[in-house]
């Protein structure tokens, strides 16, 4: 039987180089007199069409007594506007058989619209209204208020190590408001008041503030001429937008501590400084941490989780933000294991990083997975509108949706041990372990 | 190579208007634009074909991108783990850790250095990555399907972890939830009811994974689903090469199961969670809609309006955006040849709990009480085009489509004709759906939260109680420890000296009692059992007639047993043999379980409608032939010392059957004897009352009864 035949590991076949596959995503992008940056991606296989605002506001422009808006506006931003009446915002979107949704995180909101493609100018209009002039009514604002209550309680408060994030955050940043996560503080929201709600909408929510990207079954032309007819007329915005200057200072001593929580498993959490994403720095610590948690055969996972079998999950991924961020190591210990011991051999690992290069093979590995995920990424048409806005807004450089791959595959073996000593160092890092309420009281 | 069906397909992407205005006309901001011309939607061509060993082959061509995935999946019956329960869940894993020549770190290595990813399921496998590493991809692939090795030390190492992963479940709300609902509505004696616990992951051996995959894996109850940058010669090429000589089984076993009822009134079931600061509120029945049956699309029609994906569902419009209760709310509704359910559900904070109920309630039984409002239902069904149009953004859209033609037996045309069949959906259709399959007065009410809610939802019960559960979806049973000193084979002795002495029902040599059951419409079946005791002549005969003429016999003897119901004669099984004749040949079984091998544990006291019950636990046996023969929980009532009733679980004709036996009305018709007068017992959904007429203490026997000639 020929399947019998195939079980031997052919090293040099596998290792042998193979040429890189890419997909390539052409798009065409302009501004208008109002600042508004419009990006059009044209693609005819399935008829239907995202249309996408990403608002360059999240939760770091945030004053710090009133943190929780932007993530509030994602709410509010859905209750209407002049011409269309409260609730009737997402009766248009699935009257017309589309979807819509918004997030928020540290950088940016972004809201979306999924349609059939010959329903491209009712999104056009939904989200030049939003623009233009929302509603912020009272009515609303506490309706939105107790959901996004709900909304912490469901996401945090009542979820599994909800608060872990949060927690971390808080005890990685002093001075910066990554201090701080989008979800906000419940007691800024209600204190909020009605002037502060405006002000906040109209420094933020400015054409010179947003990227419209729009991606799927359109004809270029016609698109262009709808994007003006929506949105030319909206005022620039005239307040000045706030972005924080706070630089965080480097630490020169760990920092531990412990959270008591309802969760029985234990979870260490380590949380080193990194340089901002797109600089060449996050890239190799990005690579690193490839290295650490990359699939099953990565390092943190073949020691920690198969071979001593401490752990229930163990990796370290980048969070990358545009401002400085923290790259996460983190372990949900087996039962009855110490999380001291878990924590040891996590820094075993870092410390072979630090000490020894990856292999050829490891690199050739990194290599393979990063263009798979290249490649296989951008399938959706909203997928590849708000990677688009991603980096018009973060870099002021669309294409890179094409070429960051170049600055991932240009990361050497040395790079990554530079990094690995550079920001792998345990006076800068934030340690957490999150322990089982009872074990408080012994 | 044959190929069965090929259809390219195209529809018109149609909603509500399709007037088409000009581009360029003055904004005009207060009305919304009208759409354009509907574009068409195209359905997006699969091909299926059958290599000559009946691995069947659906691929999908699609080269947007230079990646392909294969998944292999497997069709059967659904699986009934008992003890075992959780196998099934590490098997992808263990499938995946190790082969013949391969250990798990090198499998893993090869795999991730493709930036492929290969993973196994009980259901199947499935690997994908870029195109230009197919060969090895396959190669991969098929060591894993063709040598698992199944290694001991993964073994322990699952186990490890899913014993960790079950301890962090105990605290997840969700996760509670999950299992509550699904052991409510399905019941622990059926696959997608039963439970892991850590004493059933701690049963499994290697052999259960070898025996699983043996059984199971083999190419004519498979389909190999291929999407993405590949033609289908192609495809049928690579299939034929590295499939092409696995061999077919003619021996995988099918199965029914009992459809388990939905509760005779709402029930509140409780899951208590210290320090919850929200209750996960799961309202949900079974429902049996097979796919592709005459009310599907209406159906989900109705539950989209109910509260399906759409934010103007009415439990989102509600709940979240009038009462601000919750995040979400909704509602989904399962198809499934074998039983499906409807669960509709929101998170909310503790203090409106009821209030939430309340809405649903109101919600749910409105679906069945009016038509729905032409907005909503107009709405709903542009949502769902615009979903199904959605949907085929993804190529694997068009391989599940092909799939589930085959799987569940659809028109070929299915699909195509879809958003016909949805547009043809009538208010009326929708409305008699919801009266056909929903069920606003049998449904399990079920709540994971704080545990100072739930005296609030008692006016939700039917039944004026709510009753709790554990993690792991058993009844939270009030036990407390028997008193010191008590032993279970006191308890029993107590039982059987209430009943007449010990020593005095040892020398019964025989008994005869008559009687009848009921079997409504006024009809009865005439009731006689005849045991003796007597050495060597042991034998015990149970009948069931209706004028004379016997309907159901069963007979027990030491050399065998059989029964019949109007038919041929079934030979009992030697597990059946086991339990029934220690139960029935000997007037003091209970006393001499020890002596027939069978284990008795006196689990304490439990408290249950104001008395208070001795629980012992029988059970029998641990080995491989007799797994589970016997498995029986004896109440005897504190006061009385009497065995009240016995809960036990034993295998019906489709599956595992929960069984409980009632003894009541105990009396001494001048024999010195007492006897109950009724027994009722409960099997899954049917209720038999026998009761009792007459009883004859050592009568005249004849062994003739006993033949099992």
Request: net charge negative.
């Amino acid at each position: 039987m020929k399947y019998l035949l195939c079980s031997t590991f052919v090293w040099s076949i596998l290792l042998s180089a193979y040429g890189q596959s890419t997909t390539n995503i052409d798009f065409t992008e302009f501004d208008l007199k109002n600042g508004l940056h419009v990006i059009l991606h044209e693609d005819h296989s399935t008829p239907i069409v995202a249309v996408t605002v990403m608002y360059h506001v999240g939760s770091k422009n945030e004053s710090p007594n009133r943190t929780g808006m932007a993530h509030f506006f994602e709410h509010l931003l859905f209750e209407g506007s002049e011409n269309i009446e409260r609730g009737e915002f997402d009766h248009y979107v699935e009257n017309a058989g589309g979807v819509l949704n918004a997030n928020t995180s540290q950088d940016r909101t972004f809201y979306y619209e999924l349609l059939p493609s010959n329903q491209l100018e009712l999104g056009l209009w939904l989200e030049s209204e939003r623009m233009l002039h929302a509603k912020i009514q009272q009515i609303g604002i506490d309706t939105q208020n107790e959901v996004v209550k709900e909304e912490k309680r469901q996401r945090v408060d009542n979820a599994p190590y909800g608060s872990m994030i949060a927690e971390t955050m808080d005890a990685c940043y002093d001075v910066h408001p990554y201090q701080w996560t989008p979800i906000g503080s419940m007691e800024h929201l209600d204190a909020s008041t009605h002037a502060d709600f405006m002000d906040f909408y109209e420094t933020f929510y400015v054409p010179n503030n947003a990227t419209l990207s729009i991606a799927g079954d359109m004809d270029l032309e016609s698109a262009k001429q709808l994007v003006k007819k929506y949105f030319q007329d909206i005022p620039k915005g005239t307040k000045t937008i706030p972005r924080p200057t706070e630089v965080e200072p480097k630490r020169s001593e760990e920092r531990r501590s412990i959270v008591y929580g309802k969760d029985r498993l234990p979870v260490v959490i380590q949380a080193y400084p990194i340089p901002a994403q797109g600089t060449p720095d996050y890239y190799a610590v990005d690579m690193l941490n490839q290295v650490l948690s990359g699939g099953a055969s990565s390092r943190l996972n073949k020691s920690i989780v198969d071979e001593k079998q401490l752990a229930l999950y163990c990796g370290a991924f980048s969070f990358g933000l545009e401002d400085p961020g923290v790259t996460f190591a983190f372990a949900m210990v087996n039962m009855g294991v110490e999380p001291s011991e878990v924590e040891n051999a996590m820094n075993e690992e870092f410390e072979k990083m630090k000490t020894q290069l990856i292999t050829d093979r490891e690199l050739q590995k990194l290599k393979n997975q990063i263009e798979t995920q290249f490649v296989s990424g951008n399938s959706t048409m909203a997928g590849i509108a708000e990677e688009l806005a991603n980096y018009h807004t973060y870099f002021g450089d669309a294409n890179l949706i094409n070429t960051e791959i170049d600055r991932y595959l240009a990361i050497t073996p040395d790079d990554i041990q530079r990094v690995a000593k550079k920001y792998y160092d345990e006076n800068t890092r934030a340690t957490l372990y999150f322990l089982y309420q009872e074990a408080e009281e012994k | 190579m044959k190929i069965f069906h090929n259809i390219p397909l195209a529809i018109l992407f149609a909603t509500v208007s399709l007037s088409h205005t000009g581009f360029y006309s003055q904004v005009d901001r207060s009305q919304a634009p009208e759409p354009g011309p509907a574009p068409l939607i195209e359905l997006g061509e699969s091909k299926l074909l059958t290599l000559d060993n009946g691995l069947k082959l659906i691929v999908v061509e699609n080269h947007k991108q230079p990646k392909i995935s294969w998944t292999l999946s497997f069709e059967y019956a659904p699986i009934f783990e008992g003890n075992k329960a959780g196998m099934l869940d590490l098997f992808g894993e263990m499938m995946r850790s190790g082969t013949k020549n391969t250990s798990k770190a090198e499998l893993d290595e090869a795999i991730d250095f493709l930036g492929a990813s290969i993973s196994a399921s009980p259901k199947g496998i499935r690997g994908s990555g870029l195109t230009k590493h197919t060969n090895e991809i396959l190669t991969l692939m098929s060591e894993i399907l063709f040598e698992p090795s199944f290694p001991e030390n993964e073994l322990e190492r699952l186990r490890t972890q899913a014993l960790s992963g079950l301890v962090a479940a105990e605290s997840s709300p969700s996760d509670i939830s999950d299992v509550l609902t699904r052991s409510l509505n399905y019941g622990d004696i059926h696959p997608y009811g039963e439970v892991t616990t850590p004493e059933s992951i701690n049963t499994l051996a290697r052999e259960d994974f070898v025996d699983f995959h043996n059984t199971y894996f083999h190419p004519n109850i498979a389909t190999l689903v291929v999407v993405g940058d590949i033609d289908a010669n192609t495809a049928y090429g690579k299939a034929k090469s590295f499939f092409g000589e696995w061999k077919r089984s003619d021996n995988i076993p099918y199965k029914r199961w009992n459809t388990p009822s939905r509760p005779k009134g709402n029930r509140v079931c409780f899951s208590p969670v210290d320090g919850a600061v929200q209750s996960v509120l799961k309202l949900t029945h079974t429902v049996m809609i097979p796919p592709g049956s005459k009310d599907a699309i209406a159906v989900s029609v109705m539950n989209s309006i109910l509260g399906g994906g759409a934010f103007s569902g009415r439990l989102m419009q509600n709940l979240r955006e009038d009462k601000a209760f919750t995040y979400g709310a909704r509602s989904n509704i399962s198809t499934d040849p074998l039983l499906g359910s409807f669960t509709a559900y929101a998170d909310v904070r503790n203090e409106v709990t009821d209030s939430a109920v309340v809405e649903f309630l109101y919600e749910i039984r409105r679906m069945t009480s009016e038509p729905v409002d032409s907005a909503s239902f107009a709405v709903t069904k542009n949502y769902m085009t615009g979903s199904f149009a959605r949907s085929l953004e993804n190529p694997n859209t068009a391989a599940r489509f092909a799939l589930n033609i085959q799987r569940y037996n659809l028109p070929s045309d299915y699909y195509l004709t879809y958003l016909e069949k949805l547009n043809a959906v009538t208010i009326e259709d929708v409305q008699r759906v919801a009266k056909n399959h929903l069920h606003p007065d049998q449904l399990h009410i079920t709540c994971v939260g704080n545990k100072s809610v739930a005296e609030s939802l008692t006016k939700f019960a039917t039944s004026g109680t709510v009753a709790f559960f554990d993690a792991y979806g058993k009844p939270l049973i009030e036990r407390s420890e028997a008193e010191d000193g008590v032993t279970a084979e006191m308890i029993i002795k107590g039982h059987y000296e209430a009943l007449g002495g010990v020593k005095a029902i040892s020398k019964l040599s025989g008994l005869r009692r008559t009687g009848s059951m009921e079997m409504g419409g006024g009809m009865n079946l005439s009731f006689t059992h005849t045991v003796s005791y007597k050495k060597n002549k042991r034998g015990a005969r149970t009948s069931f007639a209706m004028s004379d003429q016997e309907v159901i016999t069963n007979v027990v003897t030491d050399n065998g047993g059989y029964s019949s119901q109007m038919g041929p004669r079934i030979v009992t099984t030697d597990n059946e043999l086991l339990s029934a004749q220690w139960e029935e040949l000997d007037p003091l079984f209970l006393l001499h379980a020890g002596e027939n091998g069978i284990n008795s544990e006196l689990l304490g006291v439990e408290e249950m409608n104001g008395s208070k019950y001795h629980v012992i636990h029988f059970t029998c046996c641990d080995d491989q032939e007799r797994n589970d023969a016997i498995n029986m929980r004896c109440y005897f009532d504190l006061s009385s010392k009497i065995l009240s009733f016995t809960k036990s679980v034993t295998e019906g004709d489709d599956g595992p059957m929960s069984v409980t036996t009632k003894f009541n009305k105990y009396i001494d018709l001048g024999e010195g004897f007492k006897f109950p007068m009724e027994i009722v017992t409960v099997a899954g959904t049917q209720t038999m009352a026998v009761r009792i007429g007459s009883v004859s203490v050592n009568p005249e026997i004849d062994q003739a009864l006993f033949n099992l000639d």
